[in-house]
């Protein structure tokens, strides 16, 4: 598929794929894909930054090639290695071959075909569909030693491999890279990059991406998740409440055929959030379990009402 004309075109390339964007996401992606840059998206845990990169490859019938960094990232794991295994058999079958007495050609063990490419250089690989979707996800848990090696790689799209020479891309791979902003990430990546902040949303636009990641819920089933997933996050335990939890709640309640959240379901439905901190629902006096007791108590009120 084409790359959408407008942020109109692709608000609604989107839409399509149940991911709500607002018009300066969408803006900000459109010119990313217009000029060939990277965008880096910055924004709290469950906000959809990584979601809009499937979203994308998926509307746009692109491979999704994905990096999820971590302390320690070395390039045997982001960038390629060689298939030494591959490389001593052949070593091996040489000796076999001169043993018998039968002339045998040395190989070329650094034939591309024992090159294992990973996300960074398969990313750099022609595609009949075109250039693939390149996810750097989570660039602010990565080391600072690999950002810097990722200045080079954004700005000339090329990898040297010392042995066989310089692999450089076609066309530019789409590039979003994500953090959760857990450190700052260098002044130098961002210069490389287009740069939006995807802010939490609203209770409204919540209101929508839940709906829309669950089309077959009740407005009201919708509204009420939403209502409890706020409430939690104005707690002293805000990271535990964001709207992939809200989408969380919907699914599994409509899984189970609720189309609204009843008291017998708060506590069993809070464990989703709170799957590491059961004991805090139990925890007499604690914001939890305030939590807890208000909502069971709307939901009463609504109920009887």
Request: aromatic content about 4%; hydrophobic content about 45%.
């Amino acid at each position: 598929m084409l790359t959408p004309s407008s942020p109109d075109a692709l608000l609604a390339l989107l839409e399509r794929g149940h991911y709500v964007a607002d018009r300066s996401l969408a803006t900000a992606l459109h010119l990313a894909l217009s000029l060939h840059r990277p965008l880096l998206l910055e924004g709290r845990v469950g906000v959809g930054k990584t979601a809009l990169a499937r979203t994308l490859a998926t509307g746009l019938g692109r491979r999704l090639l994905a990096l999820h960094c971590h302390e320690g990232l070395d390039l045997a794991h982001a960038v390629y290695e060689w298939n030494v295994p591959a490389q001593l058999l052949e070593l091996r079958l040489l000796q076999a071959d001169k043993s018998k007495g039968q002339a045998a050609e040395a190989p070329d063990l650094f034939d591309p075909r024992y090159l294992i490419r990973r996300p960074l250089l398969e990313a750099l690989s022609p595609d009949p569909a075109g250039p693939p979707v390149l996810l750097i996800d989570e660039v602010d848990r990565a080391d600072p030693a690999f950002e810097a090696y990722l200045l080079e790689f954004l700005t000339d799209f090329a990898i040297s491999v010392p042995e066989t020479g310089t692999i450089a891309a076609a066309q530019p791979p789409i590039v979003i890279i994500t953090s959760n902003r857990t450190r700052p990430v260098s002044d130098a990546l961002k210069r490389r990059c287009l740069y939006h902040f995807i802010p939490d949303p609203d209770a409204a636009t919540e209101r929508r991406i839940v709906e829309a990641q669950a089309p077959g819920a009740t407005e009201r089933l919708s509204h009420m998740v939403v209502e409890a997933v706020k409430r939690v996050q104005r707690t002293e335990n805000a990271a535990l409440g964001d709207v992939a939890e809200a989408m969380a709640w919907t699914n599994t309640l409509f899984h189970i055929d609720k189309t609204e959240l009843d008291p017998e379901r708060v506590s069993a439905i809070l464990n989703l959030i709170m799957k590491y901190q059961d004991e805090m629902l139990h925890a007499e006096g604690s914001e939890i379990g305030k939590v807890v007791k208000r909502i069971r108590a709307e939901v009463d009120a609504l109920e009887n009402a």
